[in-house]
Structures are given as structure tokens and as C-alpha cells.
């Protein structure tokens, strides 16, 4: 198994822009997790998916930040606009059941400008 | 109080020490602990699941204390190659929400 794959790896974006960042998880996983990594404030849970619908989103920032997951091998984290605050690393992640352990993607670094 | 509480250390040891780190959680309710690893600029990686009756993988314990709502990492014989940030994740709310730590930084030396 390919285990989650993440893309870009990097993004360089002014502020205003939109960027979409991607996700693929692993086959026959049932739940998918966003979170955002900064060095003051850790791993944050942002949003998190069972069987394609969202389940919890109030770790969402604000109305900025929208995700979707049209289906069970397919997710977006989309932000618009994007400002320098929202530079760190966002991580997808997903699981085969409820309580079970997480299988991380390679992450993807945004920097806003 | 955070969900999920850990000291961020650095822990600098040795090679060779045993070194321990707790992780506490305010959720009673809580039924999944797990610690993982993260070397820096990668994804956390799990270590290993922690269970009610505390478990072993090699030079690695996990031990759940449910009362004082805790749970803690043992590592023996520390090895260079063990220097990453711990984490602990603890299950939190309801449904499936996994509440990560801050994480633990630890640094074995010759």
C-alpha cells in the first residue's frame, strides 16, 4: 500500500491567494483527520471525516478554511483567502476505525507571503 | 486545563539511560491512548497503542494509569537513533476525535 499520499509537498503563496491542498488515503480506511502543525501551538485537530462526511469541524480556524471529501479516495483542505498566519505544516491522516491508530501523510508546508 | 498535557522538555540523556515521559489527560471518558514518534520535519509515525494493562515492544513500556489520568513512556537502554519528539495522542470527546500532545523532545548523546 502507497499508505496517504499528500500533495503539493510545498506551497509558496501570496496572501490573498486560494490553495487547495490534497489527499489520498489509504485504501479500505474508513476515517480521514486534517490537522495543522505549527511550532507555538502543536498538532491541531482542523477537521475530521467517517465514511466521507464531516463529523467534527470545530477545529476549523474560521470561514477561510473549507474541506471537503467528495469521496472515500479523495480530500481537500482549501483556503481562501490565505494569510501569513496560516504558514505551517498541514498533515492528513487516516484510520481504519474509530480509536484505531493514525497513518500520516508526508505533510504538506504552506507558506504565505 | 489542555486535553492533552505533556512536558516539551528536552529530555538530554545518554546513551544507555532509561528515560521515562508522562502525558496526562483531562477526559475521563477517553478509551484510546497511543504514543508516536516524530523526527524532525517528517509526519508522526506511531510507536505503540497503549493498553489498560500496560504493554512491552522491546527497549519500549506504555503504562495507562486511568485514576491519575495518565499515560507514560518508558524507554531503556536510549539509543542516538531514539533523539526524536514524542507524542501522545489520547482519544478525546466522542467519536474517534484523536487529541495529540504537544510532544516530548528527547536527545540521547554519546
Known amino acids: 500500500d502507497a499508505g496517504v499520499i499528500q500533495s503539493p509537498r510545498h506551497e509558496v503563496t501570496e496572501m490573498g491567494q486560494e490553495v487547495t491542498l490534497r489527499c489520498k488515503p489509504i485504501s479500505g480506511h474508513d476515517y480521514l483527520f486534517w490537522y495543522r502543525q505549527t511550532m507555538m501551538r502543536g498538532l491541531e485537530l482542523l477537521i475530521y471525516?467517517?465514511?466521507?462526511?464531516?463529523?467534527?469541524d470545530s477545529g476549523m480556524p474560521e470561514d477561510r478554511f473549507s474541506a471537503k471529501m467528495p469521496n472515500a479516495s479523495f480530500s481537500t483542505l482549501k483556503i481562501q483567502p490565505s494569510e501569513p498566519r496560516d504558514s505551517a505544516v498541514y498533515f492528513c491522516?487516516?484510520?481504519?476505525?474509530?480509536?484505531?491508530?493514525?497513518?500520516f501523510g508526508n505533510g504538506t508546508r504552506l507558506t504565505v507571503t | 486545563r489542555k486535553e492533552v498535557e505533556q512536558d516539551p522538555g528536552p529530555f538530554n540523556v545518554p546513551e544507555g539511560a532509561t528515560v521515562a515521559f508522562n502525558c496526562t489527560y483531562s477526559n475521563s471518558a477517553s478509551q484510546s491512548f497511543f504514543w508516536y514518534r516524530q523526527d524532525c520535519r517528517k509526519e508522526p509515525k506511531l510507536l505503540m497503542s497503549?493498553?489498560?494493562s500496560g504493554n512491552e515492544d522491546g527497549r519500549f513500556t506504555a503504562q495507562l494509569n486511568r485514576a491519575s489520568q495518565y499515560i507514560s513512556l518508558l524507554i531503556r537502554d536510549s539509543k542516538l537513533s531514539d533523539s526524536a519528539t514524542y507524542l501522545c495522542?489520547?482519544?478525546?470527546?466522542?467519536?474517534?476525535?484523536?487529541?495529540f500532545g504537544t510532544g516530548t523532545r528527547l536527545q540521547v548523546t554519546l
Open positions: 495522542v489520547v482519544e478525546t470527546g466522542t467519536a474517534s476525535k484523536l487529541t
Open positions: 491522516a487516516s484510520s481504519f476505525s474509530g480509536g484505531s491508530p493514525l497513518h
Open positions: 497503549v493498553y489498560s
Open positions: 471525516f467517517n465514511n466521507n462526511v464531516p463529523i467534527d
